[in-house]
């Protein structure tokens, strides 16, 4: 009788621990598949609306202006400014950034 028990008593510990480890092999999958959707989530998000107008959702094009790379939309026009261009033409000499706003716009 108490070969029989510590028998079921080794298969039960035996499944549990094949369970414990199917389980930890299942989540880290299932984390595995998350961090894969999310990057190509990601990668679709940025290539779908790269360098596309958050106005008009056309094309942006980017031009040269005092030496700064910004970006117009091919459509409306719109002027638009990554992380610090709009400073870096502000801190231009005042000759560069003389009448800046009628230089962008064209006129």
């Not at 199917?22 to 959707?37: F, L």
């Amino acid at each position: 009788m108490t070969d029989k028990r510590s028998e079921d008593d080794w298969f039960r510990q035996h499944e549990e621990t094949l369970l414990a480890q199917a389980r930890r092999e299942r989540e880290a999958r299932e984390r595995q598949r998350t961090a894969h959707e999310s990057e190509d989530q990601r990668s679709r998000l940025r290539e779908a609306h790269w360098m596309k107008c958050p106005k008009c959702g056309h094309d942006l094009a980017t031009e040269d202006f005092s030496g700064v790379a910004i970006d117009r939309c091919t459509f409306c026009e719109g002027i638009y400014f990554d992380a610090g261009e709009f400073e870096e033409l502000i801190q231009k000499r005042y000759e560069d950034r003389r009448n800046i706003v009628r230089r962008m716009l064209g006129i």
